[in-house]
């Protein structure tokens, strides 16, 4: 069966709440962190089915978390969401290897989607 946990980092709280209420609609169970060093002090990723991250979030960036997660041998998808985009900062998300890369405000569709090819 795949995975039905979704993590999202995010510190706006309204992304939190509306992130949340629309992967719970979709069935997936989810857990939300504020900040990256919050998610690490979770442990262990390996129950999830992928994590969704601000690009921008207190605590260093999303890129930056998941390189650390990387470096600590946990290996979960990454959807990356901002509300800061550029060339610069798109490419290296995508550089450092996301499943997808969504610009606030992005559609729900395009969540679920980027959520499905995980």
Request: aromatic share 4%.
């Amino acid at each position: 069966m795949t995975k039905q946990l979704i993590i999202v980092v995010d510190d706006d709280l309204g992304m939190q709440e509306a992130i949340e209420r629309l992967l719970v609609a979709h069935g997936f169970n989810v857990e939300v962190f504020a900040s990256g060093p919050a998610l690490q002090a979770r442990g262990r990723l390996e129950d999830a089915r992928c994590l969704i991250l601000d690009v921008t979030s207190p605590g260093g960036t999303g890129i930056e978390l998941r390189r650390r997660l990387a470096s600590a041998g946990m290996s979960v998808p990454v959807i990356y969401i901002t509300g800061n985009d550029s060339e610069i900062v798109r490419k290296a998300a995508l550089d450092s290897g996301c499943v997808a890369y969504l610009p606030k405000p992005f559609s729900a569709a395009s969540l679920i989607e980027a959520i499905e090819k995980t």
